[in-house]
C-alpha cells in the first residue's frame, strides 16, 4: 500500500481503463570516458533518452532508451500513436507501434550486430514505452514491477566491474579521472581501484583492442596482483 497512495484508497477496483494523455521524451546527453573497443572509441558524450507516459489519472510512468537521431524521429513517431490507449493494452500498443516504424531496418552503424530486421525495429522503438506502462501498472496496482512479470527470483543481484582499455582523455580534453590504461600495467590499476573503491568481486575485461595475447595477458596479471578471490573474465 505504501508503493502507490492509490491503491491505498481502492482506487484500482474503479471501473473503467487509465489511459495514457501525453506523451514526453527528453534526450539527455552525459559526458563518456575515452573506453576503447574493437572498432574504435566511444564518443565524448553518451545518448539517451527519457520517455514518460502520462495518464487521465495524474500518474506517470517512466522509461528509457537510446538517443540517436533515427531512433529519435521513431520514439516520435511510435509516441503520436499512444494517445488514448489503455496502459494496460500493452500488446494492441506494440501493434499500433510496429505498423508505423516496423518496416524499417537499420544497421548498427559499428559492424557489430548487422542490420536490425524490421520486426527488431518494432521491438527497439516500443520497449521503453511498454517499460513505462509496465511502471504505471505497478503504481496503479500498488504492486512492484516484479510481481506483474511473475514475482522476484531474489532480493540482492550481484554486479561486476566492466575493465576497459582507454585514453588518458578525448583529444583535445584534459585526461579524466581514471588516467590511461594501455598496458597491463593501467588494466591492474583500473581493477585495484574496482576492488577496493567500489568492492567488486568479478571483474571482466573488454577485449578486441589489441592482440589476444596481450590481452590476455593482462588478465593473468590482474589475477596475480588484485588476487584470485576476484574473479577474472575476457
Not at 518496416?103 to 518494432?122: F, K, S, Y
Request: hydrophobic share 45%.
Amino acid at each position: 500500500d505504501a508503493y502507490c497512495p492509490l491503491a491505498r484508497e481502492g482506487w484500482w477496483m474503479m471501473p473503467g481503463p487509465v489511459r495514457i494523455t501525453d506523451v514526453r521524451i527528453t534526450p539527455v546527453a552525459f559526458d563518456d570516458p575515452p573506453l576503447l573497443n574493437s572498432v574504435g572509441v566511444h564518443e565524448p558524450y553518451a545518448l539517451r533518452a527519457v520517455v514518460e507516459v502520462c495518464t487521465d489519472a495524474g500518474l506517470t510512468g517512466l522509461g528509457e532508451t537510446y538517443a540517436g537521431e533515427q531512433h529519435l524521429r521513431q520514439l516520435a513517431a511510435a509516441a503520436s500513436v499512444l494517445a488514448g490507449h489503455d496502459v494496460f493494452a500493452v500488446s494492441e500498443m506494440c501493434r499500433a507501434v510496429a505498423g508505423l516504424v516496423g518496416g524499417e531496418a537499420v544497421g548498427d552503424l559499428h559492424g557489430l550486430t548487422g542490420v536490425i530486421t524490421a520486426a527488431g525495429t518494432a521491438s527497439r522503438v516500443f520497449s521503453p514505452f511498454e517499460v513505462a506502462c509496465l511502471d504505471l501498472q505497478g503504481k496503479i496496482l500498488g504492486r512492484p514491477v516484479c510481481d506483474l512479470l511473475g514475482g522476484a527470483v531474489r532480493d540482492r543481484v550481484p554486479f561486476s566491474g566492466y575493465l576497459f582499455y582507454k585514453w588518458a582523455g578525448h583529444p583535445g580534453r584534459p585526461a579524466d579521472a581514471w588516467g590511461e590504461a594501455l598496458d597491463p600495467a593501467g588494466i591492474v590499476a583500473q581493477a585495484r581501484r574496482m576492488v577496493t573503491g567500489y568492492g567488486f568481486t568479478a571483474l571482466k575485461l573488454k577485449g578486441g583492442v589489441f592482440p589476444p595475447g596481450e590481452e590476455v595477458e593482462a588478465v593473468r596479471s590482474e589475477e596475480r596482483r588484485v588476487g584470485k578471490e576476484v574473479r577474472s573474465r575476457w
